[in-house]
């Protein structure tokens, strides 16, 4: 069986303490938690503290570049999650907090069930779908792919 692996970076306008940060900061304990309690969620990055991700180093010079990664049963289950929750507002409302990133910001792709992915292996599917555009093996959430290597229909 095979489940959905996602990654996505956000690079911050400020350092996580800083106050224009506040809102977004505040929120990432409910919105993860939200996660955690969503129909289909399997796994997700945390630091130490295992909360959050903000703590961990990331394979990324850049320290104003923020790191999420999850597992989900299915396409399905995440798209419910990212559009159809409270997390739908924190995508809209991205501008307050985050600079704009050349090229994509989020990938996905299918793992083993059990697999656990590394930030290293997430970095190199997200430098995979900037160069070579969607396909099976890293994907957009604009050109979904299914556990077949198939393109799908949004």
Do not use: C
């Given at each position: 069986?095979?489940h ?68 989900w049963k ?7 999650y ?5 997390h ?6 991205r ?15 299918y ?18 779908l900037n160069?070579?555009?969607?396909g ?9 792919f299914?556990?077949n ?6």
């Amino acid at each position: 069986m095979k489940h959905l692996a996602q990654f996505n970076i956000i690079r911050l306008k400020d350092e996580l303490d800083s106050p224009v940060i506040k809102e977004f900061r505040d929120f990432l304990a409910p919105v993860n938690l939200l996660a955690e309690e969503s129909p289909g969620f399997i796994w997700r990055l945390k630091d130490e503290g295992g909360e959050s991700a903000t703590d961990l180093e990331t394979p990324y010079e850049d320290k104003l570049i923020f790191v999420n990664m999850s597992v989900w049963k299915d396409y399905a289950s995440l798209k419910e999650y990212t559009y159809k929750t409270v997390h739908s507002y924190f995508l809209k409302s991205r501008k307050k907090w985050a600079s704009e990133i050349q090229g994509h910001r989020a990938v996905m792709w299918y793992i083993e069930s059990g697999h656990i992915p590394t930030l290293d292996e997430a970095k190199a599917k997200l430098e995979s779908l900037n160069i070579n555009g969607s396909g099976p093996d890293a994907f957009s959430m604009t050109e979904i792919f299914d556990v077949n290597g198939q393109a799908l229909r949004k």
